[in-house]
């Protein structure tokens, strides 16, 4: 029997090479979004920051660089690991949630779009190549796949270049002690229909959102600052509210990808989260495998990056993927055959959770 499956062909990943050290906001002063200042001194502050998201650094562009510059870097990367043509790809789908912002700005820049800003940075002619951008929260680089899957399995497309990028080092509000959170990156993927013997790639996948009071867990608002000028804004999280509802909501949703594929829980080699919150994900990790009676070894099952590399939205699973795959991280490996589930929470609120075989 002869399956047609749409499977990750090239990745590719661009990290920036500005390391930001959680030492380096010992000296900032940081208020609350009431106005009111933080107690406690700013190694303590930074020393509660770190307990509480295992955040000890992360990366940052530099000056002259933007969302779309980085994007076209990892795209590349993942264009030559799949050893294709640059001209046969049908479709630029491009995750991310501010588009281009010039260092110095305060606006949001996408018309062109980033994913048009890509095509164009990779010189492709094709005019049959189609780029687009994906504004779905955090979740945005894995609804791009799905999104694709679909349009490959329907025959609207062949082979499908799937970015995740973020610069949210610029639209932080450097009062709000949130900031350390954020990062940037860029990830990338080729993204193929291909015939085999057997079932592989994309097996299924679950998608929800509570758009509610959920809707604005995540926003755009004005400096924590007393004195900030209100017709500027930053991006802005209730992050306790984020917390719980990714505790009770995320493990459902990899609970519904994984009984829609057909495979058992405890195949699962390697769960890839998007690199949110240290503690956070391992919850998650703990509460789904909870729902099979599985005691994971957490070691072993979540591979993180966020130690190093904050929280880059879009952009935290597919450079985790690509870094696993290149063994740039310990002793995480992933081979031909392994089941991996891929799962993001987001701004909507959106989730999605994918279920894959390599």
């Known amino acids: ?3 047609f499956n749409t499977v990750i062909t090239g990745s590719g990943s661009y ?3 500005n390391r930001i050290d959680n030492s ?4 900032q002063v ?3 979004k009431d106005h009111s200042p933080i107690e406690g001194s700013g190694d303590e502050v930074v020393r509660k920051f770190r307990d509480i998201t295992g955040i000890a650094e992360r ?19 993942a264009i030559d690991a799949a050893g294709i043509d640059k001209e046969t790809i049908d479709q630029i789908i491009v995750a991310h949630n501010f588009g281009d912002v010039i260092k110095g700005t305060t606006q949001t820049d996408l018309v062109p779009s980033i994913a048009s800003r890509v095509k164009h940075l990779l010189k492709i002619g094709n005019p049959h190549c189609i780029p687009y951008d994906m504004i779905f929260g955090c979740p945005g ?12 399995r329907t025959g609207s497309a062949r082979r499908c270049l799937i970015i995740g990028a973020e610069t949210l080092s610029r639209v932080v509000d450097k009062y709000d002690r949130d900031t350390m959170i954020f990062s940037d990156g860029a990830g990338a993927i080729v993204f193929e ?8 790639g994309l097996l299924s996948h679950a998608t929800v959102n509570h758009s509610g009071e959920e809707a604005f867990y995540l926003y755009f608002g004005e400096s924590n600052h007393p004195k900030s000028k209100q017709d500027i804004r930053y991006i802005k999280m209730d992050g306790r509210k984020v917390y719980e509802y990714a505790l009770s909501q995320v493990p459902e949703a990899m609970k519904a990808a994984l009984d829609r594929s057909g495979v058992e829980a405890r195949d699962i080699k390697k769960v890839l989260l998007h690199q949110a919150n240290e503690k956070m994900d391992e919850a998650i990790v703990k509460r789904f495998f909870r729902l099979f009676g599985i005691k994971p070894v957490m070691a072993d099952v979540m591979p993180m990056n966020i130690s190093s590399l904050g929280n880059s939205s879009v952009a935290t699973i597919p450079t985790l993927y690509d870094m696993i795959l290149k063994q740039q991280l310990g002793e995480h490996r992933i081979d031909s055959d392994d089941l991996l589930l891929f799962a993001s929470v987001g701004a909507g609120m959106n989730i999605n959770a994918i279920i894959y075989k390599q």
């Open 24 to 27: 380096q906001f010992t000296q």
């Open 1 to 3: 029997m002869r399956y």
């Open 193 to 200: 229909g291909i015939e085999g013997d057997e079932k592989k």
């Open 141 to 152: 680089w894995l609804q791009g796949l799905i999104q694709a899957d679909a349009f490959i």
């Open 15 to 17: 990290i920036p090479s």
């Open 30 to 32: 940081f208020f609350d």
């Open 59 to 77: 990366r940052w562009v530099s000056e002259d660089q933007t969302t779309s510059q980085i994007a076209a870097i990892a795209a590349e990367r």
